[in-house]
């Protein structure tokens, strides 16, 4: 990088953290006290937790995304006939129950009733699997179709397998969070919390720089929360539709000026891990709604 590029960069960052870094002090502190979430009056929702041991001298406490919202879109995931995902469950759960593939097998055919067979799954997820391989929801759920059903691989970040992610999350909406991050996991996780802090781009940001660093303070009208992903798939208003995890978490990077990692590469997963992991002691949201 030459002078003019590194003076930008520098320039760049010192913006960027000023306005971001004003109330930096605050930025552990619950940005709605008080406030609950309860969907559909009948669903009550953990938003706010003691962060996990591992997370000591990081944050002393966990919330969830939702409670850095609007009014208006906090309300729209309170109630499932305002929550615009709930259209896509729907379709998940109808490809669920289509029988697809040389084997004449639909997802029910193994597993059931969705809302038994996939029960608590989200909530542990992504998971090391019986080949000691990091796999996220999206792996296990083409693994299924392709060595059970004979059908063809869902691509990872288009509509019918973030439907599919969406109608299983919904199962485990209000379960707390529990990722495995010792035993089998541990090395994954622990190169998922190395990512987390490297600094990446042009604006050497890490994660924590946002997310940890600056949380419940304001960056170009931006609201940063802690980027807990307990309520994802999720409907983001801008996009109008659904957002995968991988899709968020490479367009994080992205956002730092830098050459990101592949949708479903090795990279994502592990840091997948170590986010879900901030999270461990939060409901799944199962699905929620931001800007």
Not at 36 to 51: F, S
Not at 211 to 238: A, W
Request: net charge negative; proline share 5%; with cysteine.
């Amino acid at each position: 990088m030459n002078f003019r590029a590194r003076t930008a960069a520098g320039l760049a960052v010192a913006a960027l953290l000023a306005i971001a870094g004003a109330a930096r002090a605050e930025s552990n502190v619950d940005p709605n006290p008080g406030v609950e979430l309860v969907i559909n009056g009948d669903t009550p929702i953990t938003v706010r937790a003691k962060a996990p041991d591992y997370l000591e001298g990081h944050l002393d406490n966990i919330y969830s995304g939702w409670l850095y919202r609007i009014e208006s879109t906090r309300a729209m995931e309170a109630d499932d006939f305002e929550n615009p995902a709930i259209t896509f469950v729907e379709e998940g759960i109808d490809a669920w129950n289509t029988v697809e593939g040389t084997e004449g097998k639909s997802c029910a055919s193994c597993h059931g009733d969705i809302s038994e067979g996939m029960k608590g799954v989200r909530a542990r997820m992504p998971a090391v699997n019986e080949n000691g391989e990091l796999w996220s929801l999206e792996d296990y759920i083409n693994n299924c179709r392709v060595n059970r059903m004979g059908a063809e691989p869902y691509k990872w970040d288009k509509g019918p397998m973030k439907n599919m992610t969406a109608a299983i999350s919904m199962q485990s909406r209000g379960m707390p969070m529990n990722v495995a991050v010792d035993g089998p996991a541990a090395p994954f996780w622990e190169r998922g919390r190395d990512m987390y802090y490297t600094r990446y781009g042009l604006l050497q940001l890490s994660c924590a720089s946002c997310h940890e660093k600056n949380n419940n303070n304001y960056i170009r009208g931006d609201h940063l929360s802690q980027g807990q992903i307990v309520g994802f798939p999720t409907y983001r208003l801008k996009k109008g539709g659904l957002v995968s995890i991988h899709n968020r978490l490479k367009g994080c990077i992205r956002d730092t000026r830098a050459e990101t990692f592949p949708i479903g590469s090795q990279e994502l997963r592990e840091l997948e891990l170590y986010v879900a992991s901030r999270g461990n002691g939060l409901s799944v949201e199962g699905v929620a709604v931001r800007p």
